[in-house]
C-alpha cells in the first residue's frame, strides 16, 4: 500500500493458543490504533497505542508499538472461535495500513 | 450508545450510471469518513468531513462525490460507476477531527456494477 505494508497473513489456529499479529509501515507515525472486523461488518477499534507507550494491555490483548523499526504487534492470549476476524492497524483516522491479517480460530 | 446507519446496504448499478449511497449517525459526533474496501484489501479514505457542510478529500476521491448535508448525515456519490467500483463501502464517524479518535463503523455498502 501506499502507507506501508502489513504483513498479510491468514491465521488458523486452535481455540485457547496465542497469536501475534504484525503491522509493518514506512510513514512515521506515533500512534497505532489496531481494529477488528468481522464477516460482514464494519471494523470496531480494539486498541490505540502511542509510542511513550512501548506496549499496552486490554483484557486479553496486548499491543506493541516500536517506532525505531517502524512496526506494531497485536497479540490474543486464549482465542476465542469468536475472535475470528479480520485484523488491521492503522496510522490514524485516514490511513489504515495494509490488507489485514485474516484470523481463524477453530473451536 | 449510538448506530451508524448505511442505506442500501446492497446497491446494484449499471456501468456508466450515477450512484449514490447514504449515511446517518445518532452519536452526533463532529466527523464523518467514507471509506472503500475491495474484497480481501484494507480500507481506502474517500473522503471525510469536520462539520456540516466541509468536505475534505482522501486519497481515493477520484470519481466521487459527497455533501454533508447535515450534522448526523453524509452522503457519497458514486458520480459514474465502473466495472471495477465493486467493493464495499463503510462509513464512519468520530467525536472530533482529531486524526486519532476512535472510529465507529456502519456494516457498509455493497456495490456491484453490471
Known amino acids: 500500500s501506499q502507507w506501508g505494508e502489513e504483513n498479510l497473513q491468514a491465521l488458523s489456529i486452535q481455540e485457547g493458543e496465542d497469536v501475534t499479529m504484525n503491522c509493518s509501515y514506512k510513514?512515521?507515525?506515533?500512534?497505532v490504533q489496531w481494529y477488528r472486523q468481522k464477516s460482514g461488518k464494519g471494523p470496531a477499534q480494539l486498541i490505540l497505542?502511542?509510542?511513550?507507550?512501548r506496549e499496552k494491555r486490554s483484557g486479553r490483548l496486548r499491543a506493541t508499538l516500536d517506532t525505531s523499526s517502524q512496526s506494531s504487534s497485536l497479540s490474543i492470549t486464549g482465542t476465542l472461535a469468536t475472535d475470528t476476524a479480520v485484523y488491521f492497524c492503522?496510522?490514524?483516522?485516514?490511513?489504515?495500513f495494509g490488507d489485514g491479517t485474516q484470523l481463524v480460530v477453530k473451536p | 450508545g449510538g448506530i451508524i446507519t448505511q442505506t442500501p446496504k446492497f446497491l446494484i448499478g449499471q456501468e456508466g450510471q450515477k450512484l449514490t449511497l447514504k449515511c446517518q449517525q445518532n452519536?452526533?459526533?463532529?466527523?464523518m469518513y467514507w471509506y472503500r474496501q475491495d474484497s480481501g484489501k484494507g480500507l481506502r479514505l474517500i473522503y471525510y468531513?469536520?462539520?456540516?457542510?466541509?468536505?475534505q478529500k482522501g486519497d481515493l476521491s477520484e470519481g466521487y462525490d459527497a455533501s454533508r448535508e447535515k450534522k448526523s448525515s453524509f452522503s457519497l456519490t458514486v458520480t459514474s460507476a465502473q466495472k471495477n467500483e465493486m467493493a464495499v463501502f463503510l462509513c464512519?464517524?468520530?467525536?472530533?477531527?482529531?486524526?486519532?479518535?476512535?472510529?465507529?463503523f456502519g456494516e457498509g455498502s455493497k456495490l456491484t456494477v453490471l
Open positions: 464512519a464517524s468520530s467525536i472530533t477531527g482529531a486524526n486519532t479518535g476512535q472510529l465507529y
Open positions: 510513514t512515521y507515525t506515533t500512534v
Open positions: 497505542i502511542r509510542s511513550n507507550e
Open positions: 492503522a496510522k490514524n483516522n485516514r490511513i489504515f
Open positions: 452519536f452526533n459526533h463532529d466527523t
Open positions: 468531513s469536520i462539520t456540516e457542510n466541509d468536505l
